[in-house]
């Protein structure tokens, strides 16, 4: 949420998507000071569609769970899949294990040419079953250099090495800023470092 913030200050933004539940934490306060005031703030809702342009289309595919029973504040997020011509690129936000889940359960066209893990890598994130499912060619997982919590876990890490490539999984922690270009019929990824 505080990288959002800071995109919010730095760039124009013509729409903010936003999950409309609340918490009590200091940067949501600030969060919602700076939406506060944005004249396009929309609140998610599944299944609402985002026209970005006439060839760019972000679909909102959840913002809780469903079927399964997901406790978690981190499964409250938006997720969406933003799609342009033949390329797709599902953003997971904080989701979990327990949304992943979901989201396989409700039947959300999760299938996705780039995969933005979710929860930072956590070790409750990326399943091997939600993998398949998405089918990814690249997988982004950003984590800060000196995050508390060590992400990503290493064994998710693994999960995604084993089921794509070393070199098709891009960590921000480790490759620095993070770009996926496209031109509709493919997609390639340049980093930092």
């Not at 913002?63 to 033949?86: K, M, Q």
């Not at 890598?121 to 939600?130: A, I, K, L, P, V």
């Amino acid at each position: 949420m505080g990288g959002f913030q800071q995109i919010v200050e730095r760039f124009e933004v013509d729409v903010i998507v936003d999950s409309g539940v609340g918490h009590s934490s200091d940067i949501y306060a600030s969060w919602g000071r700076v939406i506060g005031g944005h004249e396009r703030v929309i609140t998610a809702q599944p299944g609402l569609v985002v026209a970005l342009d006439d060839e760019v289309v972000l679909t909102i595919l959840q913002t809780g769970c469903e079927v399964v029973e997901c406790s978690n504040f981190n499964d409250e997020g938006v997720v969406a899949r933003l799609e342009f011509r033949d390329v797709s690129i599902l953003l997971t936000g904080d989701a979990t294990s327990g949304a992943e889940t979901d989201l396989l359960l409700t039947g959300q066209p999760v299938k996705s040419t780039v995969l933005k893990v979710g929860h930072h890598g956590s070790r409750t994130t990326t399943t091997e079953r939600f993998l398949d499912a998405v089918d990814p060619a690249v997988a982004i997982v950003t984590t800060g250099i000196k995050n508390q919590f060590g992400h990503p876990h290493k064994n998710m890490k693994q999960r995604l090495e084993s089921s794509l490539s070393e070199e098709a999984v891009f960590v921000t922690r480790e490759r620095g800023t993070v770009s996926v270009i496209t031109d509709g019929a493919r997609a390639w990824v340049e980093s930092e470092r």
